[in-house]
């Protein structure tokens, strides 16, 4: 069985900095592109940032230099580092893993909420 659990989420002032954390378990993590989503109510989910099996990341050009997706292989954990936050990026946080073998075959966790007061 699949599971991509998120935590981490929370209320954070503005300015401040969070982490979220995504636990994989039932898949061979190394094979799996990582990233997180984000979703805000009437809006479609957007990819925040990205990291390939070998440690290659990509982000939205509005989190570049704020945030830093991170992975550890070892204990099947994707991690982002949210820094200086603003009132913007208040959403609701998603972990996906994509297969590499295929590019078909992705998972999602079920979010960890993100607010960030002003």
């Known amino acids: 069985q699949v599971q991509l659990v998120e935590s981490g989420g929370g209320l954070v002032q503005s300015g401040g900095s969070l982490r979220v954390s995504c636990e994989a378990s039932g898949i061979d993590f190394g094979l799996y592109v990582m990233a997180w989503y984000r979703q805000v109510p009437g809006k479609d989910r957007e990819l925040v940032a990205r990291?390939?099996?070998?440690?290659?990341?990509a982000y939205v050009e509005s989190v570049k230099g704020r945030f830093t997706i991170s992975r550890d292989n070892a204990i099947n954990m994707v991690f982002l580092h949210m820094n200086s936050l603003k009132p913007e990026d208040t959403a609701v946080y998603y972990c996906n893993a994509k297969n590499v073998a295929d590019w078909v075959t992705d998972y999602w966790g079920q979010g960890t909420q993100v607010t960030v007061s002003s």
């Open positions: 990291i390939t099996t070998g440690g290659g990341t």
